[in-house]
């Protein structure tokens, strides 16, 4: 991580605690004197730290790109995250995101349907009706 950069509550960072646990989460808080950030671990290689907010050093982690989630089980994963976290402007914020994502894949799957029916001069045919 370029150490100039700012790290800020709500980023996901990937990093290691002073024991040297791998830890992935996102940041709580931050202490800019000390040179410390708390993260919210949701995967480690210890099993014991998931869940919980853990205090490392700001050396140590690195700020995870931003991805848009295309996917809608990522999109409903972090949808429970939020819960979870009690969260309720990131839940509204991804509940938007869902809804929108599903109006928009219902109409591309009429559209598709629409266009692959076999026409004829009389119309469409039956055969593909049903």
């Known amino acids: 991580m370029n150490h100039e950069e700012l790290?800020?509550?709500?980023?996901?960072?990937?990093?290691?605690?002073k024991n040297g646990e791998?830890?992935?989460g996102f940041v709580e808080s931050t202490d800019s004197l000390r040179g410390t950030?708390?993260?919210y671990v949701v995967n480690s290689d210890n099993d014991v730290a998931v869940g919980k907010s853990i205090v490392t050093?700001?050396?140590?982690?690195d700020l995870l790109p931003l991805s848009?989630?295309?996917d809608e089980e990522q999109l409903n994963d972090l949808i429970d995250l939020a819960l979870v976290t009690k969260d309720k402007e990131w839940f509204t914020e991804l509940s938007a995101q869902s809804?929108?994502?599903?109006?928009s894949s219902r109409i591309t799957e009429e559209d598709?349907?629409?266009?692959?029916?076999?026409?004829?001069?009389l119309g469409r045919s039956a055969i593909w009706e049903q």
């Not at 809804?99 to 109006?103: E, M, S, Y």
């Open 37 to 39: 950030v708390k993260v």
């Open 68 to 70: 848009s989630f295309d």
């Open 99 to 103: 809804a929108t994502k599903k109006q």
């Open 7 to 17: 790290v800020e509550v709500g980023d996901w960072v990937k990093g290691k605690t």
């Open 22 to 24: 791998l830890i992935h």
């Open 112 to 121: 598709r349907a629409r266009k692959s029916g076999v026409r004829n001069r």
């Open 57 to 61: 050093v700001k050396q140590w982690i």
